[in-house]
């Protein structure tokens, strides 16, 4: 725990202007994020007597080893730039509104040649238009059915479109009216595209005109006794009102607006949102957050409609938002609402009337949301932290372990040797720090010899970020001999491979590029190392930390077999009881690492499967390889043709194509491929090579069919 007076800014230090200030905690990460009017006030308040200040704000500054903050021109470039960085540090002391799931939206994929109408989740693409969010996926299916009589839009996927394209056959949408069918050119693509844009239309309010247009055609139809027709025409306007009457009418004057309302208490409060548009409700969404600092209703309002609409733009953004209590100032957030959209933002409290009565009903739905999270959340808390206590107690800890690591090996039949590192924090897991390994320092199976490889790498990082971080004095003390990243720039097979969860490759300087406390790197160390596996892993673990000079770090095993957890230097394991919370959650943990260790390591094997000889020529990329073996037919038929054949290949040069001729004359023709099915031998293909599907494996009597059990 530090004392703030050890990292205060000197008197008259702090600039009088706007700005944003960041803590860090000893190991550089970024813990906390505000912004101020003026910074020289808003830090003083921080440095007080620790007994004047709250409890939450106590612990923050305790947690933190220094403060830095960033000058900016006005209120609104603040507000801008704190958010940004909640975004990008994610501080653990900050206001983090959990959302319990991903709102599903109805998208129209207006960017693309023939608009699809779909369910979307996750991040919004641009080119798409989105309306929602929706509580629940059917309720918009539910509305689509029923607007797809009138506004017959494409809603199948890109598989079904091109399959239906090939074939001329429409699906079963098509035959029943309920797509215009424009993949067997029923329709032009410029029509479609009008009808997905009046689609659009009708979904953002403008409904009126799409009613009074079919029921002026309905009229005519029956004047000109085209009964059939009125009549389909009747159905398709009670199919649209009765889509209208999903969404209640809650503001008889048409408006958009969001209403925003809070329920909080000392500890915790949640946010909920009502999307109106056109006077309906067409979305809700909702959140709960720890209350990690002192911070009043408007302060929460503020983060909420940063939350909301940091990412939205035009549209997006409606005329007016009705809140419960304003920030304080108002005027730079409503500003920053009006950049956004770019025209007018109305930020108010409702007083009366209608927009005042939607306001008491959704704060209703915010207590609610309140009180049935605390009714989950008190016996997950109390679930978790028995676990942790009861692991701490089995280890003979000092404390519970708020971070633990696990690793796991995992290979088939010595072949793709990868492992995994999961991280799990306050019993949760934190899949945005798991990371991936190659083992690359030998080859052949040997998971003692991998997990202590695994285990050097990756604290072997931790204690160059600490050296980097000016936290050791001794330069020698932080590295063992030959391990300095400055005498090896290019990373040694020991020293590189590790791969983050999204798949990309992560060297040594990538862990230690950042010099701004961002919370995804092998900087941060556990309390815990868990590894899969007995006595002969954790003591590889253990020997591999106690060589880098580290011991202030805790390391046992869970071995599958009788689920005993093995210590360091114990001849006896510890046995949990099976009903034991600590058991249970070392239990996920290993489960967690063995998931992770075994996906990538069958990505790795698929990939090497894909491969072929032409993956080994350099400089020949994706393209001009399939269009060799469209070409060619096959690799076996190019390896046989001269080099002006080649060059004959759109693209291949006379020294490109001697190149390849060249790698293709050293590498060895592999095993022929074989049909199962008949047992036929195919002379005229090699697997990975086939004109019909470049890249893709033929079956073959060879790596693919090997079978063995994967650890």
Known sequence: MADPSSYRPKPGQIPDSPGVYRFRDEHRRVIYVGKAKSLRQRLANYFQDLAGLHPRTRTMVTTAASVEWTVVSTEVEALQLEYSWIKEYDPRFNVKYRDDKSYPYLAVTMNEEFPRVQVMRGHKKKGVRYFGPYAHAWAIRDTVDLLLRVFPVRTCSAGVFKNASRTGRPCLLGYIGKCSAPCVDRISADDHWELADEFCDFMAGRTGTHLRRLEKQMREAAEEMEYERAARLRDDIEALKKAMEKNAVVLADATDADVIAVAEDELEAAVQIFHVRGGRVRGQRGWVTDKVEEITTGALVEHALQQLYGEETGDAVPKEVLVPALPDPVEPVQEWLTVRRGSGVSLRIPQRGDKRALMETVERNAQQALVLHKTKRASDLTTRSRALEEIAEALDLDSAPLRIECYDISHL?????????????????????????????????????????????????????????????????????????????????????????????????????????????????????????GRPQVAAARRALDELGIDDIAVCGLAKRLEEVWLPHDDDPVVLPRTSEGLYLLQRVRDEAHRFAITYQRTKRAKRLRSGPLDDVPGLGETRKQALIKHFGSVKKLRAATLDQICEVPGIGRKTAETIAA???????????????????????????????????VTAGAPEERRGQET
């Open 413 to 533: 039949q010595g072949d793709d040797v990868v492992a995994s590192m999961v991280v799990f924090e306050d019993g949760l897991a934190r899949k945005n720090e798991y990371r991936r390994f190659q083992i690359k320092g030998f080859e052949g199976q040997d998971d003692v010899r991998s997990m202590h490889e695994v285990i050097t790498r990756r604290f072997r990082r931790y204690l160059a970020e600490k050296e980097r971080t000016g936290e050791w004095t001794d330069a020698e003390s932080a590295l063992p001999d030959g391990d300095d990243p400055a005498d090896n720039p290019a990373g040694d097979p020991v020293t590189d491979g590790a791969v983050l969860a999204n798949g990309k490759e992560a060297p040594l300087a990538t862990g230690l590029k950042d010099d701004e406390g961002r919370p995804k790197r092998f900087a941060y160390p556990p309390q815990l190392v868990v590894v899969d596996g």
């Open 663 to 697: 790698a293709l004359a050293q590498a060895a023709p592999p095993a022929p491929a074989v049909n199962t099915a008949t047992g036929e031998i195919i002379e005229d293909e090699e697997p990975g090579t086939t004109a019909g599907s470049p890249g893709d494996p």
